[in-house]
């Protein structure tokens, strides 16, 4: 029969390519964002991250944009890999009584094609 | 290996039992986070202890319980189990009851319910 799941978005892109995620988080309390990424098999694995006081974050290969207007979030992979292929989840975490609780988006899946 | 040892890895079981599934988290982290992943739901937060106290809970069902030992070692116990609870189920740690910096996410245990 019909399996029933979430219909995650995709993504896919030539090995070389800059990759654009994109993420809108519902919470207008959240001050803090997470990105994972996911392999098959896997815990999710952090990447980066970013608080509500800035708008845009680097690290190695990747960048988090932070639009607090729009609760929308993304995440740049530049040079995507194969080895980038995976699902990518943004979190968000409220803070205070929420403690470490983060809610997941739904996650977009990569997959790079060499 | 991120540090958080989850067993067993894989468990099956039948309709109406009862499983244990225990997480020892990262050296010198003091909060624990269970969290169910399923095709249907994604990826949720059920609840986080802190040093050995409940810090936070999300929408964890009454069949469902946790504890967190006094050497920080943390059980997920799920009783009456149905075939809707088949799912992976991971926990995660961080230094502190915060999301601060991300936490880190074990490898999962999978339990499928017959």
């Known amino acids: 029969g019909e399996s029933v799941g979430l219909h995650l978005p995709t993504l896919s892109v030539q090995e070389g390519d800059n990759s654009i995620i994109n993420c809108a988080y519902s919470?207008?309390?959240?001050?803090?964002f997470i990105w994972y990424k996911q392999e098959s098999g896997k815990g999710p694995q952090f990447i980066i991250d970013?608080?509500?006081?800035?708008d845009k974050r680097q690290g190695q290969r990747v960048t988090v944009l932070l639009n607090k207007t729009v609760k929308h979030l993304s995440l740049q992979i530049a040079a995507t890999q194969p080895g980038d292929s995976a699902v990518y989840f943004c979190?968000?975490?409220?803070?205070?009584?929420?403690?470490?609780?983060?809610?997941f988006g739904q996650g977009t899946i990569l997959t790079v094609h060499p | 290996d991120s540090g958080v040892t989850q067993t067993p890895k894989h468990l099956i079981t039948a309709t109406g039992q009862r499983v244990t599934l225990r997480c020892s988290p990262r050296?010198?982290?003091?909060?624990v986070y269970w969290y169910q992943q399923s095709l249907d739901q994604g990826l949720q937060f059920l609840i986080q202890?802190?040093?050995?106290?409940?810090?936070a809970k999300g929408n964890i069902l009454e069949r469902f319980s946790a504890q967190q030992f006094p050497d920080l070692h943390s059980e997920l116990n799920l009783s009456s189990l149905e075939l809707g609870d088949s799912a992976l189920y991971f926990c995660?740690?961080?230094?502190?009851?915060?999301?601060?910096?991300?936490?880190?996410f074990g490898s999962g245990t999978r339990l499928t319910v017959v």
């Open positions: 970013i608080r509500s006081n800035m």
């Open positions: 995660a740690s961080s230094v502190d009851g915060g999301a601060n910096y991300g936490y880190t």
């Open positions: 979190a968000e975490n409220a803070g205070g009584t929420s403690y470490g609780k983060l809610t």
């Open positions: 050296s010198g982290d003091l909060s």
């Open positions: 202890y802190y040093n050995g106290e409940e810090r």
């Open positions: 919470n207008s309390a959240s001050d803090y």
